[in-house]
């Protein structure tokens, strides 16, 4: 963040992915969903991207890029952000991603550091997507679900940070990399509190806990569980469901927290504005003596 004035500050962010669809205008789509993503978690307005781009154009075709950019493009436009131009290089693989100028309020910025012991915690997309895109490079997605997971994936956070502002919460990040569990924990150490989260309320991809049974766990997931095992309290909660727990997300949803009395008006608010499968999954507590997080 930078401020400019007393009552404007810009955001700056970038990200970068490699490609986890096949279908390249999907991958620009979720690339660049997940690129504006940590603008709407702080509450900014996205109003300018670059492009940044690895590229095999030796042993791919430059259509595929083209395609690419014209998914981004697509969903820069939904977002109203404007394109300002980009970066290439070659690279073994393709990868694609954005930096993200927005526009925010110096004094209503939400970090998140800011929950409180009593907050509700809400939840705006369901987990479960690190695993389906294993399923998917292992040919063993049906394309139904591949469609329904994609959706998701290229679904902006701007409808979900709308109701957040309009409600009024005290902290928000989002789910990515670090899975639900791993962004949980930031929040908690970043606030000096713990975080309960009932693993039942948790909203999960149907066919994700089916393929974590099978074994299609992404890598990512078991560095997630080895970096925070030592702060996570889980008694009798089953390997599969913690590894949808430790499950690496790209363009998750993003993670709450709001007051008790306010969040079934947020919950409300996400429902009626198309986020129809947020919901509250836990709650902020004391920690007692250093942040944990407790699943139940």
Known sequence: MYKLR???????????IAA????????????????????????GKPITAMNIVGFPSESMDISVLSRILQGAQAKLNEAGVILMGGHSVRNDEVKFGLSVTGTI??????TKGGAKIGDSIVITKPIGAGILTTA??????????????????SRLND??????LEIGVHACTDVTGFALLGHSGEMAESSGTSI?????????????????????IPEGMYA???FRNTMVQAPGIDEDTMSILYDPQTSGGLLICVSPEKCPALLQRLHDLGVSQAAEIGRVVEAAPCSQIIVL
């Open 6 to 16: 007393d009552d404007l500050a810009i955001v700056e962010t970038v990200d970068m």
């Open 20 to 43: 986890i669809v096949d279908e390249p205008y999907s991958f620009g789509m979720i690339a660049a969903a997940n690129g504006i993503s940590d603008i709407y978690a702080m509450g």
């Open 105 to 110: 309020h110096p004094e209503h910025i939400i």
């Open 136 to 153: 998917l490079k292992a040919d063993m997605l049906p394309s139904p679900v591949t469609e329904r997971l994609v959706a998701q994936m």
């Open 159 to 164: 409808k979900a940070c709308q109701a957040m």
């Open 196 to 216: 309960e989260i009932d693993s039942k309320k948790v909203p999960v991809i149907p066919e994700a806990m089916q393929f974590a049974h099978m074994g299609l």
């Open 224 to 226: 997630n569980w080895e």
